[in-house]
């Protein structure tokens, strides 16, 4: 049972103009969402997160979007950079104490 | 944020062999987890790792296949024991903030993982 689904396992974007990443979830005791990213041969990298009160938070280029009745989540990167190129994680929160389920990753490719 | 050191980075393990990976966290922190990464997969929560007390296992995943260690409150030991090539995967270390100064806003540290190919 994926509880915790991204669509689309990659994204090609050009330099400079905007990436969003999607984030699917099932379960409604989820109370908080965050996204990682990941670059190979590293551990993943924590990037901004979200509590179920709230629909957006803002970290520079960094955007995060919650629609609770959608269950749907999605990152936007603005603008994209080469460096922005890995894999990014959502995972969320709330139903065990420190349990993180994630989704499947997205390969995010940022062409210059 | 925390640091955390895992060793090995990488290993190729015999069949029916054990390997403990070890994590290190720079400041003492309340959580340690376990988590895996098969190929082409997401994370997956092994176990959480507690301190002075047994680990606490998710379905799936038991104490005899993957004993764990929390001897400290920045240490902590992953085996995985009898491996078959299924156990190839990367095993990630995770910790919580540190206790002193700041708040806990849900987020996990991570290791850089240990690539573990089983032969």
């Known amino acids: ?112 | 944020s925390a640091v955390i050191s895992q060793k090995p980075s990488r290993d190729i393990c015999q069949r029916g062999t054990s390997l403990t990976i070890q994590c290190q966290v720079d400041s003492q922190v309340t959580m340690m987890f376990w988590y895996r990464q098969q190929p082409g997969q997401s994370l997956t929560l092994i176990a959480t790792a507690n301190q002075g007390s047994e680990a606490t296992y998710e379905s799936g995943f038991v104490i005899d296949k993957f004993p764990i260690s929390r001897p400290n409150l920045t240490f902590s030991t992953l085996t995985v024991s009898n491996m078959s090539p299924e156990d190839s995967s990367i095993y990630l270390c995770s910790a919580e903030g540190p206790l002193a100064g700041g708040t806990n806003t849900g987020e996990l540290f991570f290791g850089e993982g240990s690539r573990l190919t089983v032969l």
């Open chain 1, 1 to 112: 049972d994926q509880q915790v689904k991204q669509n689309s396992p990659s994204l090609s974007v050009q330099e400079g103009r905007i990436s969003i990443l999607n984030c699917d979830y099932t379960n409604s005791m989820f109370d908080y969402f965050l996204w990682y990213k990941k670059y190979p041969a590293e551990g993943p990298t924590f990037l901004i997160s979200i509590s179920s009160i709230k629909d957006k938070n803002e970290d520079g280029r960094f955007t995060v979007f919650l629609n609770k009745s959608a269950k749907h989540l999605s990152l936007h990167i603005v603008p994209s950079q080469p460096g922005d190129s890995a894999v990014y994680f959502c995972a969320a929160g709330g139903t065990s104490y420190g349990k993180l389920t994630f989704g499947q990753g997205t390969i995010l490719t940022v062409h210059p």
